[in-house]
């Protein structure tokens, strides 16, 4: 029997999910099957769902991005999408429930504490639009942050222009790491925790910067009168 050679060869399909588990697997097979939107999707999802987490979220979709499944401008376009969405919702929730209704189905959901919708409220108070940029780049309170600006009723073009800025940035680092470092994507969560700080650190250098120059100005302001 003669074996036909073609001048060229058709490679099989090869998921980018192969060898994933859970989250990740589901993740990219969903990614895979209908494209940058299902990138979208998950991370509205994760910002709706805290536990689900952006940090491994968004690597993949970087990951999947760079299989070929769609390109690395439609994975942080979508991704930034899903984000903005994701927080307007819960801005939403936040503005019809209100503050003790808010409290008492953060009881009821699992994996959900308490103290930490407390924590966002807290610092939303303390630190107002800083808190909405900067909390975009903050685990957990990437996503709880968007409740207590909901319940002040915080201005929704104000809201959504802070989260759209602290959301693109946050989704770049971690999609541009997860496309560029490919199979090997899971490196990121090695590193998630010094941007984290990274962050913490930078916004607390900028509120002291901002008191420091609240005081000059009316220590200044003391010597003229």
Excluded: C
């Excluded at 990614?31 to 939107?37: D, S, V």
């Excluded at 073009?157 to 496309?179: D, H, P, Q, R």
Aim: no cysteine; hydrophobic share 55%.
């Amino acid at each position: 029997m003669t074996t036909v050679v073609l001048p060229f060869s058709v490679p099989e399909h090869s998921s980018a999910a192969a060898g994933l588990t859970g989250v990740s697997q589901w993740a990219v097979e969903l990614m895979e099957g209908i494209g940058a939107p299902g990138a979208g999707l998950i991370v509205a999802l994760e910002n709706l769902f805290p536990p689900l987490p952006s940090e491994i979220i968004l690597p993949l979709a970087g990951f999947t991005a760079s299989r070929g499944s769609f390109s690395l401008v439609e994975a942080l376009l979508w991704t930034t999408i899903g984000s903005v969405l994701g927080a307007w919702l819960l801005y939403g929730i936040g503005a019809l429930l209100g503050r003790d209704r808010m409290r008492a189905i953060a009881r009821r959901l699992p994996l959900v504490d308490v103290e930490d919708v407390d924590k966002a409220e807290n610092w939303f108070h303390r630190y107002g639009y800083r808190a909405v940029f900067f909390g975009r780049m903050v685990p957990l309170f990437r996503s709880l942050i968007s409740i207590p600006a909901g319940i002040g009723r915080m201005s929704v073009w104000k809201f959504l222009l802070l989260t759209l800025g602290g959301s693109l940035i946050w989704n770049t680092v971690f999609v541009l790491a997860g496309f560029y470092l490919g199979e090997n994507w899971h490196l990121v969560e090695q590193y998630a925790g010094i941007l984290q700080k990274a962050v913490i650190a930078g916004l607390a250098l900028a509120i002291v910067w901002w008191v420091a120059a609240k005081m000059t100005k009316r220590r200044e302001k003391a010597d003229a009168t």
